[in-house]
């Protein structure tokens, strides 16, 4: 496992003297993306030019793309596609739950992703037809999955803490209750085993950007269940969904599978450099990724519990129930993430008072991970969060 993940490693171009601990937000460079970008530019869209549609097959990224997650996501091609924004597929995949059911609650929970409750929000009222939203807290969603219920809306890891849902058994119980269920897995595909199709998910939705290192702003995808998809009729209809996009009728006609779940002009620099970076789980299993993840975080949690006494877990102590990054409290700790950052190890901060670190065995070793131990206990031990640099805010924390 050590060979595989040195090669892995050099896939990525890592700027020297820095632990990049936070692609759980962003994903670092993969060469291959630079590469394939510039490609496209030279030979697609400098050469081609429009014909680079039918001569480089842009045209299909978004399902070729797509394609290549579902093997990240425990899905069979055909069920995913790629495009949009993780907030507008989850826009599309609640519209179309909604519309496959006669119940009026969407349940989700505390540890949601804020934009997953924003979209709903905005769809319950521009819908008009006297759907809720119900918020509980984590450890209450089973329990609260009742015959009212028809959609269960969740992140299968939370952002802050890394808490993991059981999708598998969650799903089961939503089913058997005779809800429909949206799986967010931005903080999981690619980080963890994911078995959309094993667990019987009916939509999921997730970003290219994370854990796929399609960088950033990178398209998303969602992935429709195979006996919904062709009952499901696209709230945001745009022509990329259509039947025949290029006959240019005026009426909405939608396409056949997960096509119809396309909106517009796919952005091929993005996409290339998407299916570029999904290169670099060839040859690899989630379940080796998932057993190193597993070892770099608890030799962190380990190391930090040591020698920062002020820092408190916020993650659970079970790595199996949570996913691949590890959070902790501290009153200060956006001060102290910037001190974290200015010596090299980068992470991240989210209110009110959690430091993040991710853990990618794609390019993070063993030796990285004892590394930044070290610096952050540095930085903990010498109060250093306290210069007046680090008290400054940022727009983006």
């Known amino acids: 496992m050590n060979d595989l993940f040195t090669r892995t490693r050099a896939l990525f171009d890592l700027p020297d003297g820095i632990i990049y601990l936070d692609g759980n937000s962003l994903g670092p460079l993969p060469k291959a993306a630079r590469e394939r970008v510039a490609k496209e530019i030279d030979t697609g869209w400098g050469t081609q030019l429009i014909r680079a549609w039918n001569e480089s097959a842009w045209i299909d990224m978004p399902s070729t793309v797509g394609d290549k997650i579902a093997r990240i996501v425990g899905a069979s091609a055909g069920t995913v596609v790629a495009g949009d924004s993780t907030s507008v597929n989850l826009h599309k995949a609640l519209a179309a739950a ?52 028809a959609v269960l809306m969740l992140t299968e890891v939370d952002y802050r803490t890394g808490r993991l849902h059981d999708m598998a058994a969650l799903t089961a119980k939503a089913h058997a209750a005779g809800a429909l269920t949206i799986w967010d897995l931005a903080h999981s595909a690619g980080a963890l085993p994911v078995h959309l199709e094993a667990a019987g998910a009916d939509f999921a939705v997730g970003c290219g950007y994370k854990y796929l290192n399609g960088g950033p702003g990178a398209p998303a995808f969602i992935y429709v269940r195979p006996e919904l998809q062709e009952r499901i009729a696209p709230v945001l209809s745009g022509w990329m969904g259509h039947d025949a996009p290029f006959a240019f009728g005026q009426d909405y006609r939608p396409a056949k599978g997960i096509d119809r779940m396309r909106v517009g002009t796919p952005p091929i620099l993005s996409m290339a450099a998407l299916d570029a970076a999904l290169g670099a789980f060839d ?85 990285d991970v004892r590394e930044a131990v070290a610096r952050i206990a540095t930085v903990m031990r010498e109060r250093q969060w306290q210069r007046p640099e680090f008290q400054v805010r940022g727009k983006v924390t």
């Open 98 to 149: 909604l519309s496959l059911t006669d119940r009026k609650v969407v349940l989700s929970d505390s540890g949601n992703f804020p934009t997953d409750l924003y979209v709903a929000q905005g769809l319950i009222a521009a819908l008009g037809r006297g759907q809720e939203l119900r918020v509980v807290e984590p450890e209450q969603v089973e329990a609260s999955i009742g015959p009212d219920v």
């Open 283 to 367: 040859g690899i299993s989630m379940q080796d990724i998932r057993a190193r993840s597993i070892e770099l975080s608890e030799l962190f949690v380990a190391g930090i519990e040591a020698a920062c006494p002020d820092l408190a877990l916020a993650s659970p102590c079970d790595p199996l129930l949570r996913g691949s990054q590890v959070s902790f409290r501290f009153a200060e700790g956006y001060a102290a993430m910037q001190a974290c950052i200015a010596a090299g190890i980068i992470g991240d901060f989210r209110a009110p008072d959690i430091m993040r670190f991710g853990f990618t065995p794609l390019y993070i070793s063993l030796d």
